[in-house]
Structures are given as structure tokens and as C-alpha cells.
């Protein structure tokens, strides 16, 4: 929760930078802005457009906005005839002809492979200058151009008045076009980076998913997963301290894709980085300057571009769900580790300039906090993407193209909160009825709604703002009934298993009568949930369904699940979809919870323990043949 407030001190700095603002564009650069083009008619208007010149406008003459600057004096302190600006007006220059016809000569001479129509068109949109509002030049290119009757033979040194038709200043033109060519490339390749970051995010997942239509043997694929994909990559690592700070730990397969992105990241932050002396002292002030500056500006590009997959990420409506096979809480694990590598790329940038201006002399331990993280998470991001936008508009304005990464995060974040609307209006309000099992847990029942997988639950009556996911247990609300006697069957469904390795397990029978409904189980933590236990009912907000099933499993004949507490209720969609045997082994804290959710397990082949873990490889073991595993629950439900 810090690195998002650590985040908004540079960010604020980065509000009292030098603007550079100029037309607006659409796109990013080098896909649909054109940065400087052609290069070799901005370094000639950029040759002659800080010379004094005469004018006749107001603008011309006037201190505002000018720094305190004297209009009457030129940059190297000289006094200048009372009809010449040292700062001439965007109006002085499109009517200036001694301006328009050099600028049109250097284009004659510099331009000879641009065709004539791509430097009119530059011409009337630039050679004024680059703001929306300034006006268009008094003469057209060719009328410029053909102004000219003689070559002019006098060169127009930096800082002497512009009065005459001159050649400009070779030294300078040269490490003008140095300097425009280098930044354009630098930019274009900012920008294709960021693309790669953000399309790798998004084509891998799908294109490793679809992985799992190719004809591998079974074998093979469970043998893969099993030992390169599915295993926690430090099994110790819920214990140790890194856990507290860094968060669940990840599986070896998605160690493997944090691991991508995180070197992908540090490669395109560092790669392709160069020094042009031929623009010292005009774009960059030396070697260090100028890769600072690229640096800088890649580490602010590759920002933008990871706060689009973060947003993506963390979406409940994230189009990858639908791509691809692989799980939301997968996805909220990488928008973790995708948000820190943001953040630390937007720090740096704001550092590397901090760095600069000041050479220049300008300037959840419990559930509780996290609870405090979920209610200021969207607050913080909001102000960080807010002020992205202020930094880029205030800096740039619209003409590089720089916001186009917020858009495509706000195009996401918007779609997103537009579909958690529809699902939640859909639902309406309801009536939750909660029922106390025991100090640990409670039920909650809502009628008349069905649907699998998870909603997140909004209460109305008690902390409106917050929203809860919880797994539906069943979509039927369960009215009462009585047992009948267990019979005893055996995991292979084999009457002559051997009873001193085949686990014993019991089928009940069970006479009920049904009500349609949601029903959730939910262990009461220390944080706002407890006080859900002094509740009778509720009026709630329905945000879903979301997930269900997302591994056809049928294929095996049986089906094993190993459950924890209340994570039962994530196994239980699986275990009634399921046409094989089913085994349920679970391990619940309490016995009251083990009672209430019996009607729900009761068609199932269990084993339960209460207060015991369970020992997973002996259950493992257990098993012959084919047969598939789900496993949901805390690690300490469980022993190895």
C-alpha cells in the first residue's frame, strides 16, 4: 500500500517541469504521429526561429510570459533597433518574409529527396510553429521559395537580426538535425517497447492456453504439469517473512511468466541506449545527459504500458478469462507483480528527471489493513492515473501521443466497472439471510437467485462501499430432511479392495425438500466480516456470477478432491459436475460446520476429518488408475 503513496510525490513533482506543448496528435508515436517530419525542414525552421526579427504586432514586444525578458535586447544582451523583437510573436513569423524565404532556401537545399507535396503540407502546419492556435504563414512554400530571386550568399548566425533572405548557420543545422533525427528514433522505440510488453502480456497467456488443444499424450501433459507447473515454486515460502510483503507465493508456472516479464522489462529499460556528440549543446548537454534523458522517458513509456496489463489484470470482466484457461487468481498475481514493476518504472522516471532539475537548481499486517489497503486501492490508483494524465497533458499537451497508453488503461478499467454495473443491476437488491453455525462461521442464504462459481456480495446495511467474494456453495437453500444409515463404499468402487490400503468412506442418503437460492459459507476473521455474526439479514448487492468451472475433467473416470475448512465450497462445483466416482476428503475446524454443509456432500463418497489435517501423499496413494485432483484450502489443512 506505500509504493502507491511514494508514487504520488514524484508524480506531483513532475507537475512543475518545462511544457512542451504543440498540436494535438492521435496514436503513439511512430504508429500514427509523426514526430518530426520531415527532419530536415524542422532543423531548418529550428535554425532560424529564435532569431530577432522585425516586427509589427504586439505580441512581439510584449514581457508576459516571457520570463522578465527585454523584447528590446538580444540574448547576448545587445540593444536591438525599437522595431525588432528578440522574441518575435508566431504572428510576426508568418508574416516575416526575410524568415519565410530563408526557411524555404534551407528546405531547397536540405529537403532533395522529400517530395513537394509532403513539404507543403509541412510547411502550412509548422513553419509558424507547432501550436493549435497559431496562424498560417503569409506564404506558401513555393511562393517562399520563389521569392527568392538570387542564391543568398550571407549566413544568419544565432542571435543576429534576421532582416534578408540568409543561408543558416551549418554548425547549427547540423546539430539540429542530429538531435531531431536521434530523439525521433529514441521515441519511436519507446513506444514500440511499451508495445511489446503490453501485447506479450496479452498474446503469451492465450497462445499458451491454446497449447492444450494439441494431441500430447495424457501422460505427457500431467507429468508437465506436475512437476514444471502446478508446484509452488518455495513451498516454504508462506511461512517467511517474504510472504508478508510480496504476498501468496507463485506456482512454478507462473514464477516462469513473472520471471518473462520481469527481465523484459529490465532488458527493454536498458537496451539500445547511444551517444551522439553531434548534438551536444543543443538537445543534450553531454553523453551522461543525453541517456539519462532516454532513460527517463523508456522508463515512463514502459509504465504507462504496464499500468494497461495491471488494469487488465485485475479486471473481473478481463477478456483473458474468456481467452484463456487460466484462473482469476492468477491473473490478481500477476497485476501484483505487474503493478510493482509499474511502479518502480514511474519512480525511476520521476528520480532520473529529480536528478536533473536538482543539478539544474529546480525543483497489510492483519486483515484489518488490508481491508484499509482494499478501501484507499482505488483511491490511490485513481490519483496515480490522474496524475499521469495532468503530467502528460500539462507537459505535452495532446501532440506526442503519450496519453494514448491512459486511454487504452481507462478503455479497460471503464469496460470493466460497465460490466460489474450490468451484473449487479441485473441481480437487484436482495434480502441475505445469515445464520450463525458456530464462533467461526456463518451461512448466508439469498433465494430466488442461481448461479456458480463466485459473486462478490455488497451489504447494504453495513459498509456499502466494501464488496466480499464469496464461493456458492449450492444454488439450491436446503429446507430440512433426516438421514438414513451410511453405507460403506470404497474408492475404486471394488468390493474386494484390501481394507488395510483402500480408504473406507461413507455414502449418505439424505430426504430433503429444496428451495431455489444462493448458499455461501464464510469463516469469520478478525476484520469487518465479524461483525457480520451479530446480523440476521441483510440487504445485498449481487455482483456476478463469475468463474465456475474451468477444467473439463470428465475425461477421468474418478474424481479426488481435497478440501480445507471452507474451502470445501470452491471443490463442491466440480464434485457435482463430475460423472465418475467422486471422493471428497475434508478437514474442517469445527464439527458444526461439517453438520451444516452435509446435505450438500451427502450423494459423495467423504472422509472427515475435524481438527486433523490431512495427509495429502498418503491419500494420493490411496488411488489407483486414472483419476484427476482439485485441492482448495489453507496449506495448514493439510500435511506432505
Known amino acids: 500500500m506505500l509504493l502507491p503513496l511514494?508514487?504520488?510525490?514524484?508524480?506531483?513533482?513532475?507537475?512543475?517541469?518545462?511544457?512542451d506543448t504543440g498540436r494535438p496528435g492521435y496514436g503513439l508515436i511512430g504508429y500514427g504521429i509523426e514526430m518530426y517530419n520531415p527532419v530536415c525542414a524542422h532543423a531548418c525552421q529550428n535554425s532560424f526561429s529564435s532569431n530577432p526579427l522585425v516586427c509589427t504586432d504586439e505580441a512581439s514586444f510584449s514581457d508576459e510570459g516571457m520570463g522578465g525578458m527585454d523584447m528590446g535586447s538580444s540574448q547576448d544582451g545587445t540593444t536591438l533597433p525599437q522595431n525588432v523583437s528578440a522574441m518575435p510573436s508566431s504572428t510576426c513569423h508568418a508574416e516575416s518574409e526575410p524568415f519565410l524565404t530563408s526557411v524555404a532556401w534551407c528546405i531547397h537545399m536540405k529537403c532533395n529527396d522529400t517530395l513537394i507535396w509532403k513539404i507543403e503540407k509541412w510547411w502550412q502546419s509548422y513553419v509558424v510553429g507547432n501550436q493549435p492556435t497559431d496562424p498560417p504563414p503569409g506564404l506558401s512554400y513555393g511562393a517562399a521559395l520563389a521569392a527568392v530571386t538570387l542564391p543568398p550568399n550571407i549566413t544568419c548566425m544565432s542571435g543576429q537580426i534576421l532582416n534578408e533572405t540568409s543561408l543558416a548557420d551549418e554548425t547549427l543545422y547540423t546539430a539540429l538535425y542530429i538531435s531531431i533525427d536521434v530523439n525521433q528514433d529514441v521515441e519511436i522505440q519507446h513506444e514500440r517497447f511499451g508495445l511489446v510488453i503490453l501485447l506479450s502480456g496479452v498474446v503469451i497467456p492465450v497462445g499458451f492456453s491454446?497449447?492444450?488443444?494439441?494431441?500430447?499424450?495424457?501422460?505427457?501433459?500431467?507429468?508437465?504439469?506436475?512437476?514444471?507447473?502446478?508446484?509452488?515454486?518455495?513451498?516454504?515460502?508462506?511461512?517467511?517473512?517474504?510472504?508478508?510483503v510480496v504476498g501468496d507465493p507463485?506456482?512454478?508456472?507462473?514464477?516462469?511468466?513473472?520471471?518473462?516479464l520481469l527481465l523484459l522489462n529490465i532488458f527493454l529499460s536498458a537496451f539500445k541506449f547511444g551517444v551522439h556528440p553531434g548534438g551536444f549543446h543543443y538537445w543534450w548537454n553531454d553523453g551522461p545527459d543525453e541517456i539519462m534523458g532516454d532513460l527517463a522517458n523508456r522508463f515512463g513509456v514502459l509504465s504507462f504500458a504496464n499500468f494497461?496489463?495491471?488494469?487488465?489484470?485485475?479486471?473481473?470482466?478481463?477478456?483473458?478469462?474468456?481467452?484463456?484457461?487460466?484462473?482469476?487468481?492468477?491473473?490478481?498475481?500477476?497485476?501484483?507483480?505487474v503493478a510493482r514493476i509499474a511502479v518502480l518504472e514511474a519512480i525511476s522516471h520521476s528520480v532520473v528527471f529529480l536528478r536533473d532539475w536538482i543539478q539544474e537548481d529546480r525543483l497489510a499486517e492483519d486483515q484489518r489493513i488490508y481491508e484499509l489497503f482494499l478501501a484507499t486501492h482505488v483511491v490511490l490508483s485513481i490519483l496515480i492515473f490522474l496524475g499521469s494524465w495532468y503530467h502528460i497533458i500539462f507537459r505535452y499537451e495532446h501532440q506526442w501521443g503519450y496519453e494514448t497508453w491512459l486511454y487504452v488503461v481507462f478503455a479497460v478499467w471503464g469496460f470493466d466497472r460497465l460490466l460489474r454495473l450490468l451484473r449487479t443491476l441485473r441481480n437487484g437488491v436482495r434480502t441475505a439471510k445469515i445464520t450463525v453455525i458456530d464462533d467461526?462461521?456463518?451461512?448466508?442464504?439469498?433465494?430466488?437467485?442461481?448461479?456458480?462459481?463466485?459473486?462478490?456480495?455488497?451489504?447494504?446495511?453495513?459498509?456499502?462501499?466494501?464488496?466480499?467474494?464469496?464461493?456458492?456453495?449450492?444454488?439450491?437453500?436446503?429446507?430440512?430432511?433426516?438421514?438414513?444409515?451410511?453405507?460403506?463404499?470404497?474408492?475404486?468402487?471394488?468390493?474386494?479392495?484390501?481394507?488395510?490400503?483402500?480408504?473406507?468412506?461413507?455414502?449418505?442418503?439424505?430426504?430433503?425438500?429444496?428451495?431455489?437460492?444462493?448458499?455461501?459459507?464464510?469463516?469469520?476473521?478478525e476484520g469487518g466480516t465479524k461483525a457480520l455474526r451479530n446480523k440476521t439479514q441483510l440487504s445485498v448487492l449481487i455482483e456476478g456470477p463469475y468463474g465456475g468451472i474451468?477444467?473439463?475433467?470428465?475425461?477421468?473416470?474418478?474424481?479426488?478432491?481435497?478440501?480445507?475448512?471452507?474451502?470445501?465450497?470452491?471443490?463442491?462445483?466440480?464434485?457435482?459436475?463430475?460423472?465418475?466416482?467422486?471422493?471428497?476428503?475434508?478437514?474442517?475446524?469445527?464439527?458444526?460446520?461439517?453438520?451444516?454443509?452435509?446435505?450438500?456432500?451427502?450423494?459423495?463418497?467423504?472422509?472427515?476429518?475435524?481438527?486433523?489435517?490431512?495427509?495429502?501423499?498418503?491419500?494420493?496413494?490411496?488411488?489407483?488408475?486414472?483419476?484427476?485432483?482439485?485441492?482448495?484450502?489453507?496449506?495448514?489443512?493439510?500435511?506432505?
Open 250 to 260: 507463485p506456482t512454478r508456472g507462473q514464477a516462469l511468466f513473472i520471471g518473462y
Open 550 to 640: 474451468r477444467e473439463d475433467l470428465s475425461e477421468y473416470p474418478s474424481l479426488v478432491c481435497i478440501a480445507g475448512g471452507i474451502g470445501v465450497t470452491a471443490v463442491l462445483p466440480y464434485m457435482r459436475a463430475h460423472p465418475g466416482n467422486v471422493y471428497l476428503y475434508w478437514s474442517s475446524r469445527t464439527q458444526a460446520l461439517v453438520d451444516s454443509i452435509k446435505p450438500l456432500t451427502h450423494n459423495f463418497h467423504k472422509e472427515v476429518s475435524v481438527g486433523q489435517r490431512l495427509d495429502f501423499l498418503s491419500i494420493l496413494e490411496s488411488h489407483l488408475d486414472n483419476f484427476a485432483v482439485v485441492v482448495s484450502g489453507p496449506p495448514e489443512s493439510f500435511t506432505y
Open 440 to 525: 467461526d462461521y456463518i451461512r448466508i442464504d439469498v433465494k430466488e437467485i442461481v448461479g456458480s462459481g463466485h459473486v462478490y456480495l455488497y451489504f447494504l446495511d453495513w459498509r456499502f462501499w466494501e464488496n466480499h467474494p464469496f464461493s456458492i456453495a449450492s444454488s439450491v437453500i436446503q429446507q430440512g430432511g433426516a438421514f438414513s444409515s451410511p453405507k460403506i463404499d470404497s474408492p475404486t468402487g471394488s468390493t474386494d479392495a484390501d481394507p488395510e490400503k483402500s480408504t473406507r468412506m461413507a455414502v449418505d442418503s439424505f430426504d430433503q425438500t429444496v428451495e431455489t437460492g444462493i448458499v455461501f459459507y464464510l469463516r469469520l476473521l
Open 210 to 244: 491454446l497449447l492444450r488443444f494439441l494431441p500430447f499424450p495424457k501422460r505427457w501433459a500431467s507429468a508437465l504439469n506436475g512437476r514444471f507447473i502446478y508446484p509452488s515454486l518455495l513451498r516454504p515460502w508462506c511461512d517467511s517473512p517474504v510472504a508478508a
Open 308 to 337: 494497461a496489463l495491471l488494469v487488465l489484470y485485475s479486471s473481473r470482466n478481463n477478456v483473458l478469462l474468456w481467452l484463456t484457461n487460466w484462473q482469476h487468481s492468477t491473473f490478481v498475481l500477476l497485476h501484483r507483480w
Open 6 to 19: 511514494i508514487l504520488l510525490l514524484p508524480l506531483a513533482s513532475l507537475v512543475s517541469a518545462g511544457r
